[in-house]
């Protein structure tokens, strides 16, 4: 059966006011250099969802490394074949190509605060945005959910992508708890982490993330 993975990860927890304040510091200085928020969550924890909501309320820009990866597909790309192997299989498209995918985006857009959705998923993922990039980001929001819920809720999304099936959602989960909780690791263990119950309905949950960006934002 699917096993909570996520919320019984050992996660270091400083308080929510000192992440805050030290993310505030980069939101201060506008136009200068980009403050960037990681959104990470395992598949279907709800990161799209509460992205969008926080477009509308708070002005970022929000840019999906899955949806770049995925307009690569359909735009027949020269990595486009590669990138739909990988993502049937639910693993991890080569660093360097999505790191160029957000930094052209980060660079043709006017404004200067985003969120970065789903990325980094590894390491290396990581590390090879802090090199190319040259930045860490400001805040990262890590949203938590339960695995019987994820997979409830890819199952039921219904929008013809080729991850969400049963198959590939087992190899997602696992790719998730294998790669992507290092990095929450990482920055929890440097105080930039926000985390957020990611169980309710939609507005239960922007709740959480509107109190993070409007004390953010002040
Ligand atoms: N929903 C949302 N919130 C809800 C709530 N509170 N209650 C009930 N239902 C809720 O939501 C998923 C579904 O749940 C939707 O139908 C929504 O209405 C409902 P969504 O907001 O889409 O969740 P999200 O976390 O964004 O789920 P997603 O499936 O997009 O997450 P993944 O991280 O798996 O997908 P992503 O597109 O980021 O990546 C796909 C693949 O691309 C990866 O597996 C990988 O192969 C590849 N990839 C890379 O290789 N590198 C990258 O950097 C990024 C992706
Ligand atoms: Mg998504």
């Known amino acids: 059966m ?7 990860y050992p996660l270091l927890s400083p308080s ?4 805050l304040h030290r993310a505030k510091g ?8 980009p403050f960037i928020t990681f959104v990470l969550g395992g598949p279907g924890s709800g990161k799209g969802t509460q992205c969008a909501k926080i477009v509308e309320t708070f002005g970022f ?3 999906s490394a899955g949806d770049l990866l995925r ?6 790309s020269e ?3 590669m990138i739909l192997d990988t993502i049937k299989e639910g693993k991890i498209v080569p660093s360097e190509v999505t790191v160029k995918l957000i930094q052209k985006e980060i660079e043709s857009s006017d404004n200067y605060k985003f969120l970065i959705d789903g990325f980094p998923r590894c390491e290396k993922n990581r590390i090879a945005f802090e090199q190319i990039i040259g ?3 400001n805040i990262v929001l890590f949203f938590d959910c339960p695995e019987y819920e994820m997979v409830k809720r890819v199952l039921s999304r219904n929008e013809g992508r080729v991850d969400d099936n049963v198959d590939t959602i087992k190899k997602r989960l696992k790719v998730f708890s294998a790669l992507n909780l290092p990095v929450i690791k990482h920055y ?11 169980v309710g309905t939609v507005d239960e949950v922007f709740e959480q993330v509107r109190q993070i960006f409007t004390e953010l934002m002040v």
């Open 2 to 8: 699917w096993r909570r993975v996520v919320s019984l």
């Open 16 to 19: 929510k006011s000192s992440v």
């Open 26 to 33: 980069g939101i201060a200085s506008k136009e200068k250099t």
């Open 61 to 63: 820009t929000h840019l």
């Open 71 to 76: 307009k690569e597909i359909s735009s027949n």
């Open 79 to 81: 990595n486009g074949a």
């Open 135 to 137: 930045k860490e980001p």
């Open 188 to 198: 929890t263990e440097k105080g930039k982490v926000c985390k957020i119950n990611a």
